[in-house]
């Protein structure tokens, strides 16, 4: 686009090429969710993989959020994805941090096992939907073309996204933060939202990452299934 080559000639092409580097390289999927339900699901083993919202609703193994909420999702869902009912909602991180505001567990996902069925979209995608109607779009169009990527070209859709915010000398971790940042309120947070289709199971978790407060916790259980939950995975505390 026209702003890479401004920016590439007001010679910024070493962060552009830091940006993408960074992305293609430490790019990773992570979801959010309580620690209750990373204990049910991975230790406890009420569930047997993690699935989609939609196939939960299903399979009636969880209620459907609010009404207003529910209907939301479902727009966005059909708009971007069809009538599929096995998409998982995730986020690109590059520094291991996570959507707080969605659970105070962040999920790190091994990349092999869901590199060939993720893809991209710039933004959050109810918010990318809101943001194509106000400009015009209407449901008999395709949506505008730019915002989404297959995993293996993220690194494009970052450049795309995040190369405006570049200055001399950016560093790593500033760039981490543009990709991805949540302090706990979802009207506050910037990241890529990624799609996976399918379950995932737990051998596709490559970390986990607690709150320190966790390991203070005046539950006498915590600790415990903390302990057991380590003896499993590799755990980290933020």
């Known amino acids: 686009t026209h702003?890479?080559?401004?920016?590439?000639?007001?010679?910024?092409?070493?962060?552009?090429?830091?940006?993408?580097?960074?992305?293609?390289?430490?790019?990773?999927?992570?979801?959010?969710?309580?620690?209750?339900?990373?204990?049910?699901?991975?230790?406890?083993?009420?569930?047997?993989?993690?699935?989609?919202?939609?196939?939960?609703?299903?399979?009636?193994?969880?209620?459907k959020a609010k009404f207003e909420n529910d209907v939301r999702r479902s727009i966005a869902d059909a708009i971007l994805l069809g009538s599929t009912n096995d998409i998982i909602y995730s986020a690109l991180t590059t520094d291991e941090s996570g959507l707080i505001s969605y659970g105070e567990a962040s999920i790190l996902l091994k990349t092999p096992p869901i590199e060939n069925r993720s893809s991209a979209l710039e933004t959050n995608s109810y918010l990318f939907i809101q943001w194509a109607i106000t400009n015009g779009w209407n449901i008999n169009n395709p949506l505008p073309a730019g915002y989404m990527s297959v995993w293996s070209e993220k690194h494009k859709l970052g450049v795309t996204k995040l190369g405006k915010y570049l200055n001399t000398g950016t560093t790593e971790n500033q760039i981490c933060k543009l990709i991805l940042s949540s302090n706990g309120n979802r009207n506050n947070d910037v990241f890529i939202e990624l799609y996976i289709y399918g379950k995932i199971v737990s051998t596709a978790v490559d970390k986990i990452k607690l709150p320190k407060l966790l390991l203070t916790s005046p539950d006498p259980r915590k600790k415990n299934q903390i302990n057991e939950l380590k003896r499993k995975f590799n755990v980290e505390f933020y």
């Open 3 to 63: 702003w890479v080559n401004d920016l590439i000639s007001n010679g910024l092409e070493p962060e552009l090429k830091k940006l993408e580097n960074i992305i293609t390289t430490k790019g990773k999927a992570v979801i959010n969710s309580d620690f209750d339900f990373v204990w049910e699901w991975l230790v406890k083993g009420s569930y047997p993989a993690y699935t989609s919202y939609r196939r939960q609703i299903i399979d009636n193994s969880r209620q």
